[in-house]
């Protein structure tokens, strides 16, 4: 199905390790979005990219890599997880139609980081 | 410092009745408004957006008002439903920014 989706939906993991987050959209869409998800902080931007091989830093991108090889996948690496990065992490996509274009999001990863 | 306010964490309003969330905003430079509905366990869906060039914008139940020179807009949902339940947040953008800054976010309950 068309549409953008996210893997892991859930992942337990510990200090230390690495772990990458899949984000996978199949409208060919330009621009792609990381946020995270926070109690009393809302969505905020980690990274995000405006084609393949064109990323930029976010509001929130300290402890975190993407790459973007391919247009349609996006994905996200905790290179040395923290307790601070347990989060709900959403993708997101858009047109590159001009920026007054919603952003679609993913279903989200639930990350844990013990 | 937050560019994007939601200053009620949560609303409780009556079925049938009208649900009114607000947003507050400080940067001058965005043009662009966006309400998203999110469900538990289920990412951000866009529901309704305006341009600062218009002062409403309506769809269905839901109408979106801004007042620019406040750096305030709203989120008007008549007559409110059971399923309306859920947290909705409030984002902006301006000039040729993709970006989007999101609100908290408000989480509105419609009892039957």
């Known amino acids: 199905d068309a549409g953008i989706t996210q893997s892991p939906r859930y992942k337990i993991t510990e200090t230390g390790r690495q772990v990458t987050l899949m984000c996978h959209q199949t409208?060919?869409?330009?621009?792609m979005f990381w946020y995270r998800q926070d109690l009393g902080h809302g969505l905020r931007l980690i990274y995000y990219?405006?084609?393949?091989?064109?990323?930029d830093k976010g509001e929130v991108p300290d402890g975190y890599v993407v790459s973007r090889s391919k247009t349609e996948n996006f994905p996200l690496t905790l290179e040395s997880a923290t307790r601070s990065q347990t989060s709900v992490y959403f993708c997101?996509?858009?047109?590159?139609?001009?920026?007054?274009?919603?952003?679609?999001f993913g279903d989200g990863t639930r990350l844990s980081i013990l | 410092d937050q560019q994007v306010k939601q200053n009620s964490p949560s609303l409780s309003v009556q079925e049938g009745r009208i649900s009114i969330l607000n947003c507050d905003y400080t940067?001058?430079?965005?043009?662009?408004f966006l309400w998203y509905k999110k469900y538990p366990a289920e990412g951000p869906t866009f529901l309704i957006s305006i341009s600062s060039i218009k002062d409403k914008n309506e769809d269905g139940r839901f109408t979106v008002f801004l007042n620019k020179s406040a750096k305030h807009l709203s989120l008007h949902i008549v007559p409110s439903q059971p399923g309306d339940s859920a947290v909705y947040f409030c984002?902006?953008?301006?000039?040729?920014?993709?970006?989007?800054?999101f609100g908290k976010g408000t989480l509105l309950t419609v009892n039957p």
């Open positions: 997101a996509s858009t047109e590159d139609r001009g920026p007054h274009q919603p952003q679609h």
């Open positions: 409208w060919s869409h330009s621009y």
């Open positions: 990219s405006a084609a393949a091989d064109i990323t």
């Open positions: 940067n001058s430079m965005f043009d662009y």
């Open positions: 984002a902006a953008s301006g000039g040729s920014n993709y970006k989007l800054t």
